[in-house]
């Protein structure tokens, strides 16, 4: 053995690399994956053309990077170095505050400065946005009362607010002076008479009295036991707009638990080799009181992400008819599920809701409504025959393009679908996308004054449901 | 495909040493040959018929010059041979220089620009080049018989471990170890421990300095503070050094792995007392080669000292120049040269009279300015950060946050100049010359293979990093 050890020593050092190698191309072993989002990379398929153009090579060394035998082993060990000698994430989204608090990078540059600074340097630019979309809602607000569907601004308070003390020292972010859409947006609201709930002074003066935490160490959003508490705030706040006896929540004694998804996002998107040490994790459970006269409305909410501890938390089909989640107004949850909202009959999706939730937290403030409002005005202004007039004229203008017009024949022929209607849809997409284009009484602080003469029928039919 | 990507760590490493240490030991030339010309042609498909073809021409070329005994035969031979290299590396690598620099001047007199398409650099066109000169000029000056096979020959040229940055392997240096050579594990097992420590020198100290260093020097110059310069340009410092010097170790190694032994490159450079020091201590092959194969033949230092300071500045310039075709190289080459002949000239008896440690300081220190114009392609701006360097303005915040980069500086710092004391020389003795006991061996390699998977770990989270020495 001593006499061969360099033998066996290098032999077994081949051993590795071919272990690495066959890991690699057949995941023979399992391992647990990294959390995070991950782009996909598919095997490169080898052609002379793009071996000449590199791009086979540059796909391989993607592919291997993506799928490098025991990766996850092997970046958890690095990230777990860095963590340990360098107090540093290897994420960028994640940053590391006093005694190990985590903080999503948005929040607390959002502190720091304002989120407007990634859309324009222009505050005058995102005062006139805020401004029209505060307008917007005041008119779709208006709007939807009169066909008795109640819209509704539910304002959630970022960890960055409630739990400045931990934050990281600010060194790098160096624009105090940005226009702050929460401190815009609630004056406003007050001065139009806005429906909205802020939650803000509320957890700033239960902070320090409450026996449990609003906000864990290691998570982005807030506690199962805040959010619980606040989509009981919200039940009764809808019970005061519309005169509705709706179900009301019981919230159990609270207890210690293994955290929970989504608790520990921010730990877990650090990928780390081991579990870090963090303060307890509360948790209360929580059921619907019986209630023989309340009625289960049907609640749309279109917002960020903190309304996933309402969902996991909330028994949410026990208290409405319905209860789909627009997630920035981009995707569709607990309710034709991963379709795109632009896919939707936004008429219809109006119209059979009894209240509507804009629901976000300060930090995504800057992207208020997520283009909701001006697209739930087309509909609530303009009956189907304006927007087919609009559709037509688009058309017209799509064909005068010869090389636009050229390219949707050809997706047409190949996707063998007539030219007429793959016109229509495109055109009615384009439009429903961005209607402030195509109808100049949405744009900036225009009101239209028209009315969508079909909606009240159509409400009363998809009400009675 | 460079050292420190997947593709080659993951890939191409362990089926070529598969194949190789499979093979019984005549085809192990042959099988490093056709894993060569793969390594090659993946990175550079459209240049592999050019350099096998030149290849080809030079063996048959220097193959006639050899059989020759006619002396303008020879001369003849050896002219065509050179001329051949040096054409190709000079339309590859300046033609882009040369016009763009004619249609400067023919714009000054009111003429027409001189159209031309870009011309593509060869990947190591640098490097190979060099390497036929040695086997031209070594063959026609007998200090070594060429090969008697084309296959060995190509191999000498095209040999993966050093075919792309270096170190530049003299032919008579390795001719020998090329036609026969024993398989010594020990020796194979050291080469992977060298491996190792190139790949942890590029990967962990390198790449980690080179990018907060680029986010730094892509910042407005003007008014970048002077701490903020120094930081940057002493992070370059470093991370040429571990860059270029781990590269090296990686190709050393893999040579070892082998049974071939490459010279070495590069001897703790920033511990020079001198910038003629420094020259016999960063990239050591090159040197060798410009002494040999330009000062030499230019007059060295038998002749007048006027001529020899011109030969000196001259061999700078040129040095300079093949680095990169644009003038901050040139410039760069004209710097190093100045100091040289100003040691010459009586600057080296004042380092002598200063002792060690002031005398690598100021070293130290002109080798740092300098690289500012290595770095920096727009001359002005170089010439601006070297400005910001002194201006000893230390009002801005320094813009990096990272205790990664910070202690990771250091530790580079560290090791740079750890051999200027005894025991860093010990330790240094210890890791590269120390013929392990088996229980050694066992540790050393559980440690270098975890440092393997380790920069396996940090080179998947920090995203894929291309070497910086490849685009000369």
Known sequence: MKKNIHKILFVSTIVVLVLLLVQTFTNFVYVKPLAGVTVEVEKPKLTLPNYIDGSFQSNLENYCREHCGFREWFIRLYNQYLWNCFHESNNPTVMRGKDNWLYEEVYVRDHYESLMYKYTQDTAEMRNFYETEALRLWKVQALLEELNIHIFVNINPGKDVICPEYLPKNKLYLHPEGLRAYDYLIKRFDELGINYIDNVPIFKAIKNSVDYPLFYQTGTHWSNIAAVHVFDSILRYMENLSGQQLYHLEIGEKYQAKPRKPDQDLEELLNLAFPMKSSPYWYADVTVKEDSTAVKPFLLTIGDSYFWNFAYNVPLQDLFRGHPYWYYNYIVYYDSANTSTLDLDLEQELMRADYIMLNYGTTSLYEFASRFLSRALLYLCYDKASIDAAVHGLIENIKSDPKRYAEIKKNAENDREDLNQALYNIALYLIKENPEIYFEDLQGEKMPISRNKDLPSLRKALSSR | ?472
């Open chain 2, 1 to 472: 495909m460079v050292f420190s990507s997947n593709v080659f760590l993951i890939l191409f490493l362990p089926i070529f040493l598969m194949c190789y240490f499979a093979c019984p030991k005549r085809w192990r030339n042959l099988v490093l040959l056709l894993f060569s010309i793969v390594f090659y042609a993946y990175g550079a498909p459209t240049f592999i018929l050019l350099l096998l073809g030149s290849t080809v021409i030079n063996f048959y070329l220097v193959k006639w010059l050899y059989e020759t005994d006619n002396l303008v035969h020879k001369k003849l031979y050896a002219g065509l041979a050179i001329a051949l290299s040096l054409g190709l590396l000079g339309y590859f690598k300046y033609a882009n220089f040369f016009v763009d620099n004619l249609n400067v001047v023919l714009g000054a007199f009111g003429l027409q620009p001189f159209t031309f398409a870009k011309v593509l650099l060869p990947i190591g066109i640098s490097f190979f080049t060099f390497q036929s000169i040695t086997y031209v000029v070594d063959t026609y000056r007998n200090v070594h018989k060429p090969m008697e096979r084309l296959t060995d020959y190509m191999l000498y040229i095209i040999m993966f471990p050093q075919l792309i940055a270096g170190p530049i392997v003299r032919y008579c240096d390795i001719a020998d170890e090329i036609r026969s050579r024993e398989q010594n594990w020990a020796e194979s097992l050291q080469g992977f421990y060298r491996f190792v420590i190139g790949l942890s020198k590029k990967v962990l100290i390198a790449d980690v300095i080179g990018h907060q260093v680029d986010i730094l020097l892509a910042g407005d110059l003007a008014t970048m503070g002077t701490g903020t310069a120094w930081i940057a340009i002493l992070g370059y410092t470093m991370q040429l050094y571990f860059d270029f010097s781990g590269y090296s170790d990686m190709a050393i190694g893999l040579g070892k792995i082998m049974g071939f032994h490459f010279p070495e490159n590069f001897d703790n450079p920033y511990n020079s007392a001198s910038v003629s020091e420094f020259w016999r201590r960063w990239h050591i092959t090159l040197g060798v080669f410009m002494r040999n194969y330009l000062y030499i033949p230019l007059g060295g230092n038998r002749c007048s000292k006027p001529r020899m300071y011109f030969n000196l500045w001259v061999v700078f310039l040129l040095s300079g120049l093949w680095h990169g075709a644009s003038w901050s190289f040139v410039v760069w080459g004209a710097y190093h040269g100045i100091w040289l002949v100003l040691e010459r000239m009586g600057l080296g008896k004042v380092y002598e009279k200063m002792g060690k440690v002031p005398s690598v300081i100021i070293t130290f220190l002109i080798i740092t300015v300098g690289w500012a114009i290595f770095r920096i392609e727009n001359l002005s701006d170089a010439f601006t950060l070297i400005s910001r360097l002194f201006a000893f303005d230390f009002q801005s915040i320094i813009p990096i946050q990272s205790p990664h980069f910070y202690v990771t500086l250091i530790v580079a710092l560290f090791f740079a100049f750890l051999v200027l004391f005894p025991f860093g020389k010990k330790l240094q003795s210890i890791v590269f010359y120390t013929d392990f006991s088996p229980k050694q061996h066992l540790a050393v390699w559980l440690v270098s293979m975890f440092l393997f998977l380790f920069c396996l770990g940090a080179l998947n989270a920090a995203g894929f990093s291309p070497f910086i020495y490849f685009r000369f």
